[in-house]
C-alpha cells in the first residue's frame, strides 16, 4: 500500500472521516447549510464522497442536522451517520449514494445495539 501526501481542497472542514474497506472512497461528513431558505432553517449535513486516487468528488449526500460521527459496514454497503443535532443515525446506501432512512435515539441499530 502506498500513501499519498498530495493535498486535496475541500469545500468545508469534515466532522469526521471515515475509509471503505477497499480503500477506494473516503466519505467525509459536514455540518454544511444547503441552498434554501428553508435549510438555513433547519441545515442538513452532507456527506462527501471522495474518489480518493482522482483526488476528485464523486458525490455529495444529504443527511441529518450536524453529523459528527460517521461509520462505514464491513462490506462497504452501507455507512451510518451519527448527526448530533438530529439526533439520530442517518443510513445511506453507498450504491445509490443516498440516504435510506434515518433512526432515532430508541431505534435499534446493528446487531443487538440499543440505545
Do not use: C, F
Request: glycine share 10%; proline share 7%; aromatic share 2%.
Amino acid at each position: 500500500m502506498r500513501i499519498d501526501s498530495q493535498p486535496m481542497m475541500l469545500k468545508e472542514a469534515p466532522g469526521a472521516i471515515a475509509v471503505s474497506p477497499s480503500g477506494d472512497r473516503v466519505y467525509l461528513a459536514s455540518p454544511g447549510i444547503v441552498g434554501s431558505l428553508r435549510s438555513l432553517r433547519r441545515p442538513r449535513g452532507t456527506v462527501t464522497v471522495v474518489d480518493p486516487h482522482a483526488r476528485s468528488e464523486v458525490a455529495r449526500i444529504l443527511v441529518g442536522r450536524n453529523p459528527s460521527g460517521i461509520a462505514v459496514d464491513p462490506n462497504g454497503e452501507r455507512i451510518y451517520v451519527a448527526n448530533s443535532r438530529s439526533d439520530d443515525v442517518s443510513i445511506v446506501d453507498v450504491r445509490a449514494a443516498a440516504e435510506t432512512s434515518r433512526q432515532g435515539r430508541q431505534a435499534t441499530i446493528g446487531a443487538g445495539v440499543q440505545r
